[in-house]
Nanobody
Framework: QVQLVESGGGLVQAGGSLRLSCTAS????????MGWFRQAPGKEREFVAA????????DYADSVKGRFTISRDYAKNTNYLQMNSLKPEDTAVYYC???????????????????WGQGTQVTVSS
């Protein structure tokens, strides 16, 4: 059973930066695509970014392209989301997600991720 633990959320002013971390345990990190999703109050969960099992492929929502960067540290079994130039509309609970073993390719659909973290709050003040 894969477990995902997120950290790094918090309160930041517009224009600031945060780095989210997602540490995985209980599975083979390199065989799974992983992603970040977010959910703002009253809105549906939406795709933010994902990377392939090898880390060689990445995808981003249009709203975060050029500002957010997803990356992996295989030695630490950790996936990161570096968020720069944050905007108030980035305020949401951010969730880390993992596909099942063997599914190394990216998906932007939340239904195709089998494991989820508990979520971490990111609040951007104007």
């Amino acid at each position: 059973q894969v477990q995902l633990v997120e950290s790094g959320g918090g309160l930041v002013q517009a224009g600031g930066s945060l780095r989210l971390s997602c540490t995985a345990s209980g599975g083979t990190f390199s065989t799974r695509a992983m992603g970040w999703f977010r959910q703002a109050p009253g809105k549906e969960r939406e795709f933010v970014a994902a990377n392939s099992g090898s880390g060689g492929s990445t995808d981003y929502a249009d709203s975060v392209k050029g500002r957010f960067t997803i990356s992996r540290d295989y030695a630490k079994n950790t996936n990161y989301l570096q968020m720069n130039s944050l905007k108030p509309e980035d305020t949401a609970v951010y969730y880390c997600a993992s596909r099942r073993a063997g599914y190394t390719w990216i998906s932007v659909r939340s239904a195709e991720y089998d494991y989820w973290g508990q979520g971490t709050q990111v609040t951007v003040s104007s």
